[in-house]
């Protein structure tokens, strides 16, 4: 019966040593850290096996003497034992490892030598991984040759070996969190300690002069809540830190301010210098259109008009791409939704080179973080919208200068023209109040709005936050966050070049002329009020007063509206 109860203690002591025997190097350090505190405590157990060897060589051990004196081991064994099995059936190594070792330090209630011993246990198997933690949280750098840390370093970049180009995509995936290896103790804080280390990665490579503070070499701690005030304190200067280098030394505002004046239209001399210069080459087949000699035409542009006192002119650049702005929001509203297969690719033979074209804007690390690849196809987005604007009212501003010539016309014959006159003007005044509610009523209140939030946030994921608010704004008020509602747009753009290009190019008898001036008219006032319905519902639907401003501009502009 003695031999009985002591049997568990013989095939516990030999699955801990067998567990303690096969675990490697690829296990990990945290692990490696637990053999060698589980060692320590398999060393105690065989120097009293060594201690009961000599007295049954004495004659002085009996079986009640050996299950007396081996009750503190078998309960030692029995918790080695079960903390082992429990790692084995879940494979954890990291911070899986000691999220089970702090569940059982939580867990040993009453019994204070099982909490003596765990708690040893997890403070000796913690070491490595608090010292990569604190790498992290005070350096900005992974050293981890055990893959134990929560956060994973997805590019291991060479010494002074810098990528000229990166984005939102390093920014999100370089660096990630491992969620299956985040201590459960460290669960709350995961998001700071990933944000801290890599606003730090980011100071360290693009600011060789910056100041680190003293390493805090961190242990742990039974109670989760200590860490708060350490986190907290790294996560306040990384942040501070990295805003000001953006703010101060890379000058984000002024990177924003270039790229508000090209692709938001405001420096609308630039716009016209360049349209004037291009606008021809434009005008053309995409497949015709030689992105070289745009990119001559838009740097003599620049030269010629007030952008030439941008220190950042330089950074802008022509981008043909290979879909209109129609089907680029098409595919964007298409994804991950059953028509997406729909928008994978353009017929670019059916494009001209107005509807492939944009600006690109090139910046270094770290101001890319904020001008990204996906920050940026958001303002080609608009720009595209503003650019075709302002080409239709360029058209219909042509058609004014040429139709002038009909003032030294007879009366009789004059009069054939006036419906022309009117529904000309009833298009410009459309494409002006668009303009001007674009630019003037969403346009330069979220600006204002967005350098404004900036001053006031403390990290730099804020900044990134309160841009692409600003832009989603921008975007949804300016009309191109609902498909229908663009396409609506499109075709009436397009009636009106239509008008235009008709009017610059007259050929027809007089019966001819007044029909075909009846037709458009018909096709404008049916399009515009398919397009204010929609818009009325927009702003039912969405509470959106901003956009219900159309209605009241274009209803004081058109009789068309009256009778709508």
Known sequence: SLIQRLLPLASNYSSVVAWCEDTTFEDGLVNQALVAGINLLLSDYTLLVCQLEQSLMRGELTLHQLHHQLQPSKHVMEILYQLVSEITAHTARGGTTLSILHSRLIHCGSDPKSEKIVQFLTELAAKPFFDTLSKWLYRGVIVDPGKDFFVEDHEVLEKNCLPVEYNDDYWEKRYC????????????????????????????QCDKTAKWPEIVHLSYLHNAEHYQPVFTAAHQFASTTLLRLLLDDRDLIGHLKSVKKYFLMEQGDFINQFLDLCEHELDQSVDGVEPARLESLLELAARTSSANYDQYKDNLSVALLPYDLEFQMGKIMAIDTA????????????????????????????????????????????????????????????????????????????????????????????????????????????????????????????VLSKHGDFLNSCLHDCLLSNTQLLATVKKLLSVCKDFAQYMQNLTDTVEDFVEDIKRYDLQFNSVLVSLLDRISQLGRDNYNEKVLNILHRSALNSRTIFRY
């Open 177 to 204: 969190l491992r969620v299956g290896k985040i201590p459960s103790f460290l669960s709350r804080h995961a998001d700071t300690i990933l944000r801290t280390g890599k606003y730090l990665n980011v100071i360290q």
């Open 339 to 462: 028509d997406e297969l729909d928008f994978q690719s353009c017929d670019t033979s059916l494009l001209c080179g107005l509807d492939a074209f944009a600006f690109g804007y090139h910046v270094e690390w770290p101001v890319s973080l904020v001008l990204n690849h996906k920050a940026l196809a958001q303002y080609q987005m608009l720009f595209r919208h503003f650019f075709y604007c302002k080409h239709i009212e360029r058209l219909l501003s042509a058609v004014w200068i040429t139709n002038k010539q009909t003032k030294f016309l007879p009366g009789e014959e004059f009069k054939v023209y006036h419906p022309a006159f009117g529904l000309r003007q009833k298009m410009m005044n459309l494409i002006q109040n668009l303009s001007y509610y674009m630019s003037v009523e969403v346009i330069e209140p979220a600006w204002v709005g967005l350098v404004s939030a900036i001053s006031n946030c403390l990290t730099v994921d804020e």
